[in-house]
Every structure is written in structure tokens, then in C-alpha cells.
């Protein structure tokens, strides 16, 4: 079909309906869901989550690492701050039970499940810099795109900018920081791994898809990772949870203390 006529290009775009492939939105999402599709490696995606969402991550055939942000869905100035996550919880690999601090020290969301020796709150993501030296490009839309870039495309579908962009938490990548301070990477996760985070405050998730930047492999690799959103409750006073450390509960006294002023909670 000839895409050289306006005719043409529209009988080719309308044909393109009804396409299915393995990287991509499902839309509208399944039953039961508010959010779901796949994230091709060298992928992002980004949306925006009431409080209280699961959002589950898997890792479909073992070399996704996926690096995440998150922003107040209401007021995007207070973002993620991963050094104060690492600091204010005594912390520096997040799994299951860990809080994900904002720079309010308010809880942007939990983790509720996920390997601690398989995330990463030290390195970021890949810049344009870094991709350019080991791979030769790293343009958004080039074949080896860097998460830097990614992160600035997705942010701006949400009015942000690069300078609004943090340094980011990775899942299922690890590595380990040895007693030198030097970094070993641990590797994958493997295929079917899971990790799920609980929305504990209206938030703006962006996510970018891209090989970790210790990965020692010389070939750009990083394979798919599966997204799906549900509704849920937010952690609640009685939830173990909320008290598990003191630094926690009162991170959570402080989002309560938000929300109420802003009738959310």
C-alpha cells in the first residue's frame, strides 16, 4: 500500500488497527485493572495513580531494570528523594517492607513485595553521556536509549522538565557496595520476578526501561518488563507496617497529616 498520497497514508494507518503485539498499552485495561502493558527494553511509560494502587512489575524473561520516579500527582515539586529513603529508614537496599520517601518526608508509596539484593538506590539510570561511550548513541529514540533520556520524555507528558527529574531507584538489577565502597553487580533478578510498590498518597509514576549501568555485558541488554495497576486501600494505622520502625511511622504520621488538610484522607 502506497503511503505516497494522504489516501494512501491514511488506508495504511487505519489498517494498523486491531494490531496486537507483545509491547505496548492495553487499552482499556483488563477487568480489575487501571493501568496495563508491557515496557519493550529501551521503553518508558508513565501514569498517574490514585492513592492506595498496587502497581506490580514483572520482569518477563530475566534482563528488564527498570529505574522508577515518583512525583505528588498534586503538587509535583515534592518528588522522590532517594538519599533520604536510604537515610531517614537506615536502609540502602529496598524490598519488601521499605518506604519510598518524598523530600517532605511524606511516603510517596511501600514496597510490598520485591528482592532487597536485587534493586538499586546508588547508581541511577544511564545518561546520554555514558550510552554515547559504550553503546555510541544514546538518543531517546536511537536504538540504544539512555534512561536520563527516557525519564525526560515521559516527564514532559506530565509538564515536567529535566531540570524536575531525581535521581531514581532501579528494581531487578542488584548489586552490593563492598567494605572499600566499591560497587559488584549481582546480576538479574531472573525471569518472573515481581516487584510491587502500594501507593500510599496520590502519585505520578515514570518509569524507563534500560540496561543497569554496571551491566559489564558489551551488547545493549534489557528485555521486557509486564505493568499492571489495581485499586486497593493505603496502608492503615493498624497495619504492621505503619510501626515497624519509628523513622517509618512518622513518615507516615506526616502523610496523614497532608492528606487530611487536603481532604484525601
Known sequence: MSTATTAGAREHARAQGGTVVESMPTVPA????????????????????????TLQLTDLYGDACVSLLLFNADEPWERLNVADTVKVLWQAYVGEGHLLLSDQGRVLASVTAGARDRSDTFCGTST????????????????????RELFTLAAAKHGLTRRDLPPSISFFQGLRVGEDGGFTWLGSAGAGAVVELRAEMPVTVLLANVPHPLDPRADYTCSAVRVKAS???????ADARWTQSPEGERAFLNTADYLTARGIA
Open 30 to 53: 483488563s477487568p480489575g485493572l487501571t493501568w496495563e502493558e508491557t515496557i519493550p527494553g529501551g521503553g518508558y511509560a508513565s501514569k498517574r495513580l490514585a492513592r492506595g494502587t
Open 128 to 147: 546520554l553521556q555514558s550510552n554515547l561511550s559504550r553503546y555510541g548513541d544514546g538518543s531517546p529514540h536511537g536504538p540504544t536509549p539512555a534512561g
Open 231 to 237: 485499586p486497593g486501600q493505603p496502608t492503615a494505622p
